[in-house]
């Protein structure tokens, strides 16, 4: 691990974090962002005391060194009713008990009757945009409550510039109340060689090339259009290429189903459902092109996990993803069928642009480090403890 700036004459803290989604085999977006963070955090500041908030039992996996107390909050927060009792009465409850100086709450969430100085990562505020795909209850409590969370917050933090803009203009926060701090990538995603990239096709797609999906299936991140393209792509080509899509099946996923019955080529389409993350990274270095064409994203992990995976990125034009991806990636309209089907015949017909977007990728791949991640966050932490004491 790289060193992290030291900070002179600075008294040991006792941070608070909310750990609710390090759930064993089952990290996602979530869970990966405070993995990464908080892991290195602890290791590289012994003098400082940890204490993970859960909502369930947790895996000893994840108490990372001495310097970290465990406590389990009831109730399990998964639901909006228990995500209230859970943040508004069980959180503010453990901060008081254990003297916490401060809370970190990594899910875009946090405590709005807690005195303490409170950090909150917000990565996005989709659900301002697209409310109708959110279940009723969980619309509702969002609507409501992720404004007033923002503005609770003493510090925000976001994963790219759009999402600062879209939160200044949403919301009215102030300017200096939001820092941005990009995500890094794990160490897992590397290149492989031709051999292993074989190794790989033949265990997972019949021995083909093929285009990769991870992430959640959800009509946001458009996989219905994705599809189309996929047959517009294969009535051109004739290609024996497939589509392959890692990813737990999300709420209102009905347009998805329809695209998928509606092709001509769905033995070519496959659904992989949750991935391993050894398999993740060996699929995502094999594939023909990485495809994320989501409708909005507040940074577009998977794209920086094929960057430095050596794999070519056909991206949308929208939102934050030409910020994340740079020139990186071959971009296409996310509403038209068309241009995705071109951007696909495109990366499939000219291996020179794959060779381009790959070593672009690669470059632009180091931007992205949990290290400087996790070294700019904690000194954030100290900042607003120091201000905070000299109010």
């Not at 909310?18 to 963070?37: A, D, S």
């Not at 001495?66 to 959180?91: G, Q, S, T």
């Amino acid at each position: 691990m790289k060193s992290f700036i030291q900070i002179q004459d600075s008294f040991p803290l006792k941070i608070a974090i909310n750990t609710r989604f390090l759930l064993p085999g089952q990290l996602e977006g979530f869970g990966w962002y405070t993995h990464e963070l908080v892991r290195r955090m602890v290791l590289a500041h012994p003098e400082d005391e940890f204490l993970f908030l859960f909502d369930r039992p947790f895996d000893p996996r994840f108490i990372y060194a001495e310097n970290v107390k465990p406590l389990v909050l009831f109730p399990p927060a998964r639901h909006p009713v228990l995500f209230y009792l859970w943040f508004e009465w069980a959180v503010p409850r453990a901060l008081r008990q254990f003297g916490a100086d401060l809370f970190f709450s990594p899910d875009s969430m946090c405590s709005l009757r807690s005195k303490v100085p409170t950090v909150m990562t917000t990565h996005d505020i989709v659900p301002l945009h697209f409310p109708a795909q959110l279940p009723f209850v969980t619309r509702h409590y969002l609507l409501n409550r992720l404004p007033l969370f923002l503005k609770r917050a003493e510090l925000v933090l976001t994963v790219s510039e759009y999402v600062k803009q879209d939160i200044l203009q949403q919301c009215s926060l102030e300017n200096d109340k939001i820092e941005v701090v990009y995500n890094g990538c794990r160490e897992a995603f590397v290149p492989l060689s031709a051999g292993e990239q074989q190794l790989v096709r033949d265990q997972f797609a019949g021995g083909q090339p093929y285009f990769f999906y991870t992430g959640a299936i959800h009509p946001r991140k458009n996989i219905h259009r994705l599809i189309q393209a996929f047959d517009q792509f294969k009535q051109k080509t004739g290609a024996g290429v497939q589509l392959l899509l890692a990813g737990r099946f999300a709420w209102k996923t009905g347009v998805v189903k329809d695209a998928w019955e509606q092709s001509p080529y769905q033995q070519d389409i496959q659904f992989l459902g949750y991935v391993p993350e050894e398999d993740l990274t060996r699929l995502m270095a094999s594939a023909l092109a990485m495809t994320y064409i989501s409708l909005s994203e507040g940074f577009g992990l998977p794209m920086v996990e094929a960057m430095h995976a050596g794999t070519p990125v056909l991206a949308a034009d929208a939102t934050c993803l030409p910020e994340i991806a740079g020139d990186a990636a071959l971009f296409v309209d996310p509403a038209s069928v068309e241009s995705i089907a071109s951007g696909m015949f495109n990366l499939y017909a000219e291996p020179e642009l794959r060779q381009e977007l790959r070593a672009k990728g690669l470059e632009r791949a180091k931007l992205f480090n949990w290290d400087a991640a996790a070294e700019k966050i904690y000194c954030a932490f100290r900042r607003l403890i120091k201000s905070e004491t000299n109010a």
